[in-house]
């Protein structure tokens, strides 16, 4: 008896229609046409004698037994990618394709002031980068869409290995004419929680500036209201409240053109670890502190 054996593009498809629950997107994840991916999967429905994905004009729905196939297909797609991971550490150390998360509180300060030396002194490597928020990015490295993620921590990454870049301060800005005339440094207690404008749901740094503060009440009363840290700069800018930044942000310039000012928060856990993230036991772990030791160098 012929035994016919799914092959892992067509269950790339699966994968990516599970997550995306639409075959325009699902196709567009895949870079492949809409039909290309519909052929695949009804192929693969074939090849194994049954309904995987129930379609209608409206929704797209996995069957029970689509589901648990989904989840071994993870499965096999993480181990495939493990397997190229392996051949490629045999080789020369930080070079060919490394895929990296990073979240949209560090990209734009933390990269463009350490890839230019990364491109100078490792040429052959190909760094592909993707901007995404922590809990995508994560997602996105136990399925094998990342290969390491650059996020702050604390935060939920599940069995991971870590490498620490650098301790990130938390700063509290004000309004150039600010009434209250901020001291050199700020204690949490002098925030005035009616004013305190924080970014939405989503991102991590919000969490991080909160537990800063350690005061419950602030999570309660803070508007949250940003989409990026440069929208709530500008908010501060037209005196619309306060808000507390990353020193990196400062760093990289975000006041520039401004009349905002900014202090250091006075509190002992006024910052956020900045980390690389890996998936555990992965072939490439070496490789992998190799780059966090580059990182951290820029």
């Not at 901007?131 to 935060?155: K, M």
């Not at 803070?222 to 709530?232: C, E, K, Q, R, V």
């Not at 306060?242 to 202090?263: C, H, S, Y």
Request: charged fraction near 25%.
């Amino acid at each position: 008896m012929t035994v016919y054996q799914p092959t892992l593009k067509q269950l790339q498809y699966l994968v990516a229609l599970h997550e995306h629950e639409h075959f325009g997107r699902a196709a567009e994840a895949c870079f492949v046409s809409q039909s290309t991916l519909s052929a695949g999967l009804r192929d693969l429905e074939t090849l194994l004698g049954v309904t995987l994905v129930e379609r209608t004009k409206r929704a797209v729905r996995f069957t029970p037994l689509g589901n648990a196939v989904v989840a071994k297909a993870h499965r096999i797609l993480r181990e495939t990618e493990e397997l190229s991971e392996l051949v490629q550490s045999s080789g020369k150390p930080l070079s060919g394709e490394v895929r990296m998360s990073v979240i949209p509180t560090i990209a734009p300060f933390l990269l463009p002031r350490m890839l230019p030396r990364l491109r100078r002194e490792r040429p052959n490597l190909k760094l592909f980068l993707r901007e995404e928020p922590s809990q995508q990015a994560i997602e996105s490295l136990h399925h094998g869409r990342a290969d390491c993620v650059l996020l702050a921590l604390p935060y939920a990454t599940g069995e991971v290995e870590k490498e620490t870049i650098e301790l990130d301060a938390f700063f509290v800005a004000f309004p150039h004419d600010d009434p209250r005339n901020p001291p050199e440094e700020v204690l949490p207690e002098i925030i005035d929680e009616n004013r305190l404008l924080l970014l939405e749901d989503g991102h991590c740094l919000k969490d991080h500036a909160l537990a800063a503060c350690n005061r419950p009440e602030l999570r309660a009363s803070a508007t949250m209201i940003g989409t990026s840290l440069h929208t709530l700069v500008q908010m501060v800018d037209n005196g619309l409240g306060l808000t507390m930044l990353p020193e990196m942000a400062l760093d990289a310039g975000i006041l520039n053109g401004t009349n905002v000012v900014a202090r250091p928060l006075l509190s002992p856990n006024a910052n956020r670890e900045i980390a690389l993230v890996w998936r555990k036991n992965s072939p490439r772990s070496d490789e992998f502190r190799m780059l966090a030791d580059e990182l951290r160098a820029g």
